[in-house]
């Protein structure tokens, strides 16, 4: 069952407040009761302890009961709920509240019973009986004998009084799930909201609409962190696109300019405007040539790309690969007036790999290298190990790129400047298929540069054998 946000979180919250205010009734009623239970039982001694003394001021030695007293102090003792009887040392009866006024007592003490029923059903009292003996100077004077429904009873006052904090704790109780549901809708609300609306923009990206960017307000961090993703996906997913883009614009350029070129060159030779000399021709080789160039880059990153170049492993000193190929292009270096250095290693480094595409991998980074320095300029390559990796940095003091740049030149058909690249003749696969064989051997690769003050490759490699064979 699909329960949505909104009510699963109302639904704690209402749960969490009835609970909250269900230990609070409980709790209250129990203090309540046995505080309550207390406060009455001493009351009742108290009231007791006063008939006692009153009786024993009112009794003269000589002159006996004073009738009139009695009546004031037995009518007094009713009212509070005391039912009194008075009897002489001899057993026979002095004073009695039943016989005073039998109704009034039966009508306080059936008042008495309700009053207990009212607070509890469950309440299990009686009426009962309790004497005391009455002392005048250590001479028995009589016993009092009082009548009460017990063990305790409440009045008229302090029924109203716990039935009246009963009825708060309701409304207390009433309020605070109220508030709960508009908190838990409020609440729920605010969280949803934002979910539903980034949930929509997924949809969106789904659909291939990349272009609009979230611009929600929260003060929910979690909820920041997923607007954030899913921008950063858009923009990724816009990006992509344009390259993809760009890529087919690309090819399509990069492959009508020299085809046009050849079919001038031939329709001019053929209609007799040129004729058709040796070098007329190898100018239409050359331009075939680099066709055949370009579609051979298009194929081998389609392979490298799709994992279809199988890996040859073997061990090689790293270092003896790196000073063959820095001897390889000595002439090119020399051809511009530019230094290449391969920096002394105190130790020997072998790695395992493929011998023929890690020599690629350095080829692309020195070509790059020659290619985007100026005369006077030198290549630089190191080598050093650290306790885990293999790391070789390619260093050239050339012309740069511009950061923003950076994150783009390992994508496909990506180049910083097209004119730049019309004029080395560059493609934009160099890079991506450099990372490509990195990451087939485990490895990776970083660049760093600054317009005008050159650019570094460092690429790291697992010194682990094992790690190599990815
Ligand atoms: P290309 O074949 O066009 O050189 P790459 O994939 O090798 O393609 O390089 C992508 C882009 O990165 C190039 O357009 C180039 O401008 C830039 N680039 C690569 N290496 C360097 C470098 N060492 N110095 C400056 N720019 C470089």
Redesign the pocket.
Known sequence: MRVSLKSKLTASYILIIAMVVGLICFGVNITVKASFKNFVLERQEKQTHEIVEALIMNYGMDTGWDRNTLDIIGMNALQKGLVIEIKDPDGSLVWSAYEHNNGLCHAIISNMLSNMYTYSNRWEGEYKENKYSLQSDDKEIGTLITGYVGPYYFTDEELTFITSLNQTILIIGIASISIAILLGYFMSSRISKPLNIIANKAKLLSAGDYKKRLTLESNTKEILLLIDAINTLSQALENKESLQKQLTQDVAHELRTPLTSIQGNLEAMIDGIWEMDKARLLSCYDELERIKRMIASIETLSKVENDMVILKYEEFDLLALLKNITLNFYPTCKEKNIAIELEPCDEEVHMLGDKDRISQVFT?LIS??I??SNSKQTILIKVFKNEKDIVIKVR?N????REEELSY?FERF????KS??KH?G???????ITKSIVEAHNGSISVS?KEGAG?EFTLVFPRNVEDCIG
């Open positions: 692309n790059n290298g290619m985007y050239d050339g012309i740069g790129m030149i990506y180049r910083v400047d730049r690249s080395t560059g493609m934009g696969i160099g890079l991506t540069s650019t």
